[in-house]
Structures are given as structure tokens and as C-alpha cells.
């Protein structure tokens, strides 16, 4: 039988931005329920195992700036789901220490979602407005109504569901939301016969190439036998993307040998992240979409929004969570 459920707030998307604003909203005493498609949660911080092998696949780091984020990341560290990695390559000078989650990237987003209600696999197929609250369609055939509504999905996908509910966008922030673009990622994680030939930290972003990035997730920490994530760059991510991915592997596997020594690899996969980086961002931290219209309070938040980083997205989260706590 399909279930109604009833709730403050309604928050799409178990990522980074939509579990740091349930934390906010539900500490603040709102009745919270997050809904995400995936499986796992944290969008785009990912984890793999294929046989003994561990991968990050998705976020490889994160970085600490604002003085709010510094604190929560040294939270984590002392909950044990985050360590520093590095703060340098080889040859480079000390940048700012870029941090891991423990043992992999997702252990922070299931750090975040401890006592959250969190509804994973299942799809809201579209939303409507009801005058004073929200209507929400689940594809397992439920329904939500919620008091105020928080949309973290990829802007694409957000404006698609949107448009389930012939949802009227105010024209200046429909443009806004129509700049916003994003490059693809294919993924490559690959397990290997030996160790690589990469220097210590474990990790080489390339300029030029069809890679972009190499990511030795053995000296990393995260995986207890050699393999290696391997990041299509956005040129050839985008052209490749429709293509046999195993053949696309290959080719990624192939322009990778340099980096991987005499070892060869045994077994590897691939995965397509359509949306995986904002190239073009929103200067706000979040947007307000119900603001001077009759709608329901709706906020749209995620790495879109001022800043393309792991941090970006915890602190348009905190944005969108301020946002709604004012609207009425």
C-alpha cells in the first residue's frame, strides 16, 4: 500500500548540501525527510569494491577555507570519518591540506545522515504546489507533503523536475539557473597486479590530456591492495561519453601506463558522471525560489552555487537551510 508521508521540510538529494542543511534544519527543530535515488549516500563522494580492491571514484578530497567548515572538518577528524591526506606534491609548494574521508570519501556522508530520515533508491518523479505546502510523487508510488521544500539535484535534473509542476519561475532566476553548466567524468577504477610508479602522496592531476586526474588509492589509505581511479578529462569525458564505457577505459587505462610502472591491471570498471563539476556557477550560495511569489518556501542548493568544492556544496547546504528557516 502507498504510504503519505507528512513533513517540515522536504529535502531531494542525500549529497553533500542536502544532508549539511537536514543537520541545520532538524537541530533547529524541524521535522525533516530526505529523499535521494541513489543507493548509497553522498552524491558524488563515492565509494567502490571490486574483490579486495576499495576505491574513491567520485570527490577524491576536500579543503578547508571558511572558519565554520575548518571547525566541522575537525569534527569529523575527531569522529574518525576524515584524515589529512597532503598539503603538497612532489616539487610543489605547501597549498592547503586537503583531507580524505575515512577509510573512503562516503564515511562523511554517512557521518551526516546519523539520526537523519533518510528514504534512499527511490525517485520523486515530480512535485506540485498545494497553496501553502508542498506535494511531493515518489516513484514507489508514495507521496509527501511537506511545509517547505529543498531541491539539491544537478540544476538540469532540477529544472526538469520543476517542470512536473508547471512550477513558474521568476524569469531573472530561471536565467540564472539556465547559465549554470557542468563538465562530465568517466571514472575509471582499476585493480592492479603491483604498485604503481606514482609518487608519494599518491595522486597527479594532469593539465593536458585526455587525463585529468590519477588517484593511487593504496597510498591513499583506502584500499588494501593496488588500484587506481582514473578521471577523464571534461574534453574527453564529453566526447566519449555515449561510447562503449569499457573500450573508453581502455583507452584511459592505456594513456595511464606512464603512472603505472610494470604493473598491469586485472579487472576494471567503469563509471559515467553526466553532471560531475559546475564549470559555470551561481554567485549565491543558494537560491530562494519561492521569494516575492505565492509558492511555498523553496530553496534549490548544491555545488552549483559558489563554489564548485566539497566545501562549496557543505555551505550551500548551511545557505539554503538559513534561507528556508526565514521563509513563510
Not at 161 to 171: D, F, K, M, Q, S
Request: charge should be negative; glycine fraction near 10%.
Amino acid at each position: 500500500m502507498p504510504i503519505s508521508h507528512n513533513t517540515d521540510v522536504l529535502i531531494i538529494g542525500a549529497g553533500l548540501a542536502g544532508l549539511s542543511a537536514a543537520n541545520d534544519l532538524q537541530q533547529a527543530g524541524y521535522r525533516v525527510m530526505v529523499v535521494d535515488k541513489g543507493r548509497g549516500l553522498g552524491g558524488r563522494l563515492a565509494g567502490r569494491r571490486i574483490g579486495d580492491a576499495t576505491f574513491d571514484h567520485g570527490a577524491q578530497f576536500m579543503t578547508a577555507r571558511e572558519s565554520r567548515f575548518k571547525a566541522e572538518v575537525e569534527s569529523w577528524i575527531k569522529a574518525g570519518v576524515a584524515e589529512e591526506w597532503y598539503s603538497s606534491y612532489p616539487g610543489q609548494p605547501n597549498g592547503h591540506p586537503r583531507y580524505r574521508g575515512v577509510p573512503t570519501m562516503t564515511a562523511v556522508a554517512k557521518h551526516l545522515a546519523i539520526d537523519i530520515n533518510v528514504i534512499r533508491a527511490t525517485r520523486v518523479d515530480a512535485i506540485s504546489s498545494q497553496q501553502t505546502s508542498w506535494l511531493a510523487e515518489l516513484d514507489n508510488g508514495d507521496t509527501v507533503t511537506a511545509n517547505k521544500l529543498l531541491i539539491t539535484s544537478p540544476v538540469p535534473q532540477t529544472i526538469d523536475l520543476l517542470a512536473t509542476g508547471n512550477i513558474a519561475v521568476p524569469a531573472d532566476k530561471q536565467a540564472r539557473l539556465n547559465r549554470i553548466q557542468y563538465e562530465s567524468c568517466l571514472a575509471v577504477m582499476a585493480t592492479l597486479d603491483g604498485p604503481t610508479t606514482i609518487e608519494a602522496p599518491g595522486a597527479i592531476a594532469l593539465e593536458n590530456g585526455p587525463i585529468a586526474w590519477i588517484s593511487d588509492n593504496l597510498q591513499k589509505g583506502v584500499s588494501k591492495i593496488p588500484a587506481v581511479t582514473i578521471h577523464g578529462s571534461g574534453e574527453f569525458s564529453a566526447k566519449h561519453f555515449e561510447q562503449d564505457r569499457m573500450a573508453m577505459g581502455q583507452q584511459l587505462i592505456d594513456a595511464a601506463a606512464p603512472y603505472l610502472g610494470i604493473a598491469k591491471v586485472t579487472e576494471y570498471q567503469v563509471h559515467g558522471w553526466l553532471y560531475s563539476k559546475p564549470t559555470i556557477v551561481d554567485e549565491a550560495p543558494c537560491i530562494l525560489l519561492s521569494e516575492a511569489t505565492s509558492l511555498p518556501p523553496l530553496a534549490l542548493a548544491g555545488d552549483a552555487f559558489a563554489g564548485p568544492r566539497f566545501e562549496g556544496a557543505v555551505q550551500s547546504g548551511w545557505a539554503a537551510a538559513k534561507a528556508l528557516m526565514g521563509a513563510n
